[in-house]
């Protein structure tokens, strides 16, 4: 028996998963231990307590991109959305009933009512995913057509610290450990007694999943990280104050930029198409380069892992394998700024930034095409 709180504490890491808290779990009852006289308490005061940056939109605080950023959070997959579930919606075989709706991780921290209905083969798919503001309360209504594939969806959860403290418990019940007391959000005692770890994977090795698939919960992360390693405070604050030091020694002007988050969620920041050129062109002189230039989206390779938000563009031109490029969009903005091999073997850097448009497709092929000119030269 365990006489006394115990405590799972966050550092930000974006990785941690619910394999992870099993082996944390299964290293608590090798060493013994089979019953917590106490409380399981949620400690994730790395960061401050600022869920959401400042101006992230009503509409998106339920989007897998919008998701709340706490110093203690899971992901549902390796494509490491923090602070998600994943929703799957299929079709039975009877028309008129329920379609099928599942969810991972499985936690009773949210709760899904399900008002979908198998309609008939070849029918409109209607299905609307709908989590209550400031509840874990998912809704799934709409027409599922018979013998559809299933479809997948992430949706944000309210709270993350406390999230992960169910799947924790869920972890612990499942190697037999009970709990007698409460389970609450607080912070560690100044001098605690440690009984296991789990670490993430090096930053190098982050940045793949990260950059490749355009990880907007990661870049938030990335922002407090820096905030509480050099301000010793894990705000969006601190890290923006970090980030605003290093522009001129990556060539950017702080005239040139306003940055309000990590992600570039915000329509509020602003860069210029320039000074992002001027960044990658000195990114080529840094250490980490190198590192940095592997994790970027390569045109037209069908490997998710490699092509990233790429995968699908510029298949079967000249920029084919050529362009090296990071995707950028939010509403009425598309952006595509990297690196391109060209014909002769030059190689080019570019940024095109396109504002105040609706066509979103109509703004990727655009980027597309002109990419395209740079890798025939």
């Known amino acids: 028996t365990l006489k006394g709180n115990l405590y799972i504490r966050g550092k930000g890491d974006p990785t941690l998963g619910e394999r992870d808290l099993d082996n944390i779990a299964l290293a608590l009852k090798k060493k013994g231990i089979k019953k917590i006289k106490g409380n399981l308490v949620a400690d994730d005061t790395w960061y401050d307590q600022i869920r959401l940056s400042m101006d992230m939109p ?36 009877k028309v008129g009933k329920a379609a099928s709706v599942t969810m ?43 013998n559809s594939g299933a479809t997948k969806t992430w949706i944000s959860v309210w709270e993350p610290t406390l999230y992960t403290l169910a799947l924790f418990k869920r972890s612990l019940e499942k190697q037999g450990i009970k709990i007698t007391g409460n389970y609450t959000s607080g912070k560690i005692p100044a001098k605690p007694t440690k009984l296991a770890t789990d670490h993430s994977p090096k930053l190098g090795t982050i940045l793949v999943p990260y950059m490749k698939l355009s990880n907007n919960t990661i870049s938030e992360i990335l922002v407090k990280e820096m905030g509480r390693v050099k301000g010793k405070v894990g705000s969006w604050d601190k890290g923006l104050s970090v980030m605003e030091g290093q522009f001129v020694d990556l060539g950017i002007g702080n005239d040139a930029i306003l940055m309000r988050d990590g992600s570039g969620l915000s329509h509020v920041s602003m860069i210029s198409a320039n000074a992002l050129t001027n960044l990658l ?22 490997d998710r892992s490699i092509g990233g938000t790429l995968r699908y563009r510029m298949k079967g031109t000249a920029a084919q394998g050529k362009v090296i490029a990071k995707t950028g969009t939010i509403s009425t903005v598309s952006s ?31 980027e597309d095409q002109l990419a395209v000119i740079l890798a025939s030269n």
């Not at 009503?58 to 897998?64: H, K, L, P, R, V």
């Not at 959070?73 to 959305?81: F, K, M, R, V, W």
């Not at 209607?126 to 809704?139: A, D, F, L, Q, Y």
């Open 58 to 93: 009503w509409s998106d605080e339920q989007e897998y991109y919008g998701a709340q950023i706490s110093g203690l959070t899971i992901s549902p997959n390796a494509d490491y959305d923090a602070g998600t579930v994943i929703i799957q919606v299929k079709s039975g075989n």
């Open 104 to 146: 991972t991780p499985k936690t009773d921290y949210v709760k899904i009512s399900n008002k979908t209905k198998v309609g008939k083969v070849n029918s409109k798919n209607t299905v609307k995913i709908h989590r209550k503001h400031g509840s874990n309360g998912i809704t799934v209504t709409g027409n599922v057509p018979l």
């Open 281 to 302: 062109y000195k990114a080529q002189t840094k250490p980490w380069y190198k590192t940095y230039e592997n994790a970027l989206p390569v045109a037209g390779d069908s």
């Open 336 to 366: 595509l700024t990297g690196y391109v091999k060209g014909k002769k073997g030059n190689k080019y850097v570019f940024s095109i930034i396109i504002n105040n448009a609706n066509e979103e497709n109509q703004l990727k092929k655009i």
